[in-house]
């Protein structure tokens, strides 16, 4: 089980592996129940979440998504 801390604005990601295909993570999904979040603990301005799922999913805080650089722009030539 993974436990993470989420204060209000914060979000999380739910995200296929990069490896994992449409049947594999149907599969996972059924075999293990589909995907389970308790709430452990509520503290203030805080929730602690428990997160059960299949080991085809990446769970990732939003803020630590990659985001991708931007490309360069080019300029046109005349």
Known sequence: MLVLTRKPGEALLIEPEDTA???TLAAELLAHGGLTVWIREIRGN?????????P???ILR?????KPCPSPRRTAKA
């Not at 805080?46 to 799922?53: F, K, Q």
């Open 21 to 23: 295909t449409a049947e």
């Open 62 to 66: 939003a803020e630590l998504q990659r």
């Open 56 to 58: 085809t999913l990446k």
């Open 46 to 54: 805080s929730v602690r979440l428990g997160i059960e799922a299949p």
